[in-house]
């Protein structure tokens, strides 16, 4: 891994247009900016990690829904019998701009 | 558990896509798989059409060789769905629709996003969410926060992961009173 000592105001470049800047420590949590095309993914790590562990409790929890326990959830949200979903709305296409880090 | 015909007005020439093992079997129109689930906790065998398959191109975090699975809408599950790995009978997932679980949940596409799921028209697009369901299944909960969303039309999907702090990645199906969320039931049309 790459070590760099940087100031806040400094910035790291990665690549052509990926740009992380150190914005200020406190001793316990480092604040960085990260300026990113659209297209790049930026992602606090801890949150995939959460996201990987919640989609495995979930497929291992849902073998065991018994119809039975399943019907009787289904009944208080009474709406076994709907047809179709109702829709998401997608807001738009366009990425929002790219969230900032936050503190 | 006996094996459950899902879609019984399609029919075509059926492959049995049992965890690797494929054999054809003549029919009429649409093509139908045979697969193998254990939803509801027992292995069963059931028939779908091919449309019902979702290609995950980058599979599911946790699960990312699972790159397609069946979305079976079974009738004695609604409002809930059937997400069936079509790699392995063991994974799959109960899914719904978060726009029943909470009002004005709405989301953006990233352009990557949109691309990889050639999402060009916002119609086409359905949004899921997986759920979590503990022995105590009152206690179910559903990733706001990770939706999948679906192109229905070229049938690809991908579970995105928001950083809208309003979507938690857990959030409880029924209340704490045990009563269910306010929104949950109430109709909308698409």
Known sequence: MLVLSRRPGQSILIGKDIEVVVLGSDGVQARVGIRAPREVTVLRRELLKQVEEENRRASSGAIGVSVASLGAALGQIGGASRAGLPCVPLRSWRTAPTPPPDS | ?190
């Open chain 2, 1 to 190: 558990m006996t094996a459950t015909s899902v879609n019984t007005t399609a029919t075509g020439t059926a492959r049995n896509e049992t965890a690797g093992t494929v054999s054809t079997m003549t029919m009429a129109t649409t093509r139908m798989f045979e697969i193998r689930t254990t939803r509801y906790g027992e292995m069963e065998t059931v028939h779908v059409s091919e449309d019902t398959v979702l290609a995950f191109p980058e599979g599911v975090p946790g699960f990312e060789r699972h790159l397609r699975f069946a979305l079976i809408e079974d009738g004695k599950l609604a409002p809930f769905c059937w997400l069936q790995s079509l790699h392995d009978p063991l994974v799959g997932f109960l899914v719904i629709d978060p726009g029943l679980l909470m009002a004005n949940y709405e989301l953006d596409v990233s352009d990557p996003d949109a691309e990889l799921l050639g999402l060009d028209d916002p119609s086409s697009a359905r949004v899921l969410s997986i759920l979590v369901v503990p022995e105590n299944i009152r206690a179910m909960t559903a990733s706001l926060q990770a939706p999948l969303i679906v192109n229905q039309r070229k049938r690809i999907a991908k579970q995105v992961i928001l950083t809208d702090e309003r979507f938690p990645l857990r959030h409880p199906v029924f209340g704490n009173d045990g009563t269910v969320e306010q929104s949950l039931g109430r109709r909308r049309s698409c």
